[in-house]
């Protein structure tokens, strides 16, 4: 018997409106001076909506999430692995007319049945999953815009990997959507660092940047880890989603020292 399901791109597909449960997105608040979060913004009686765009790496796709069925093409753009999209569910005709705590069980009940065959015989109890990335102690934040985290993530489609890196052509793996990570957040301080007028300003942008390159080079030897998250948030400044990205060190590695 096969011990994987059908992912959710061969379950569902791409561009189709789905549900979830609004539990499996973030909780934080964007920063001190703007309380509001993504569970709040983009869902409605504990549901949120979503449309899948595509894949960036295995188990690994781009999609945007809202509070409404409707406005989930224009929602907030998130990453989400395969474990969060067990839950989703094409919105349909059957579910309109079911209360959304029957909904959120409904979603349950499915993700219960989609989990590999392999964890389904392991009789510990698994945390409720999360969308959030290893657990790290942050050393750098930056934000960026959309377009500039667009076109890294494209530009890494290009890489030509080695034989023994190779896998699912035109796919991204989790190795370099944090290379590309790490390299953007270094293409945003030079940009300002270039745009500079002030020695001491320069001084700690570089500073910054050679602490970023360090740790570029450094998740080259650590492959698997992952030293950024990303965090979608509305920019009343610029009128646009940004996106923040944190930088640092795992915890694992630093109670392991």
């Known amino acids: 018997m096969d011990a994987q399901h059908p992912s959710f791109s061969q379950r569902i597909g791409y561009l189709m409106t789905c549900v979830i449960p609004a539990e499996l997105l973030s909780d934080e608040a964007t920063d001190e001076q703007d309380r509001s979060n993504l569970r709040h913004d983009a869902s409605c009686e504990g549901l949120s909506y979503l449309q899948v765009l595509r894949e960036l790496s295995e188990g690994l796709y781009l999609a945007r999430v809202a509070a409404a069925p409707e406005c989930a093409r224009q929602g907030y753009t998130v990453v989400l692995d395969e474990d969060a999209l067990r839950y989703a569910r094409p919105w349909d005709q059957r579910l309109r007319d079911r209360s959304a705590e029957a909904i959120v069980a409904l979603l349950h ?3 219960a049945r989609l989990r590999p065959i392999a964890e389904a015989t392991v009789p510990a109890v698994r945390p409720r999953p999360e969308l959030k990335a290893d657990a790290i102690t942050p050393v ?5 815009s959309e377009e500039d985290l667009r076109d890294a993530l494209q530009a890494c489609m290009h890489h030509k ?3 023994q890196q ?3 052509p035109g796919h991204l793996s989790s190795f370099h959507v944090q290379q590309a990570l790490l390299g953007v957040m270094i293409d945003a301080l030079m940009q300002r660092l270039y745009q500079t007028q002030e020695q001491l300003q320069a001084r700690t942008l570089k500073a910054r940047c050679l602490l970023l390159a360090q740790l570029q080079r450094w998740h080259r030897t650590l492959r698997e880890a992952r030293l950024v998250h990303a965090v979608p948030r509305f920019s009343p400044e610029q009128g646009k989603v940004v996106w923040r990205l944190t ?5 694992a590695s630093l109670q392991a020292a």
């Open 109 to 111: 009940a499915q993700a």
């Open 140 to 144: 750098e934040m930056v934000e960026v």
């Open 161 to 163: 990997p080695s034989p």
């Open 166 to 168: 190779a896998g699912t």
């Open 247 to 251: 930088a640092g060190v795992p915890v």
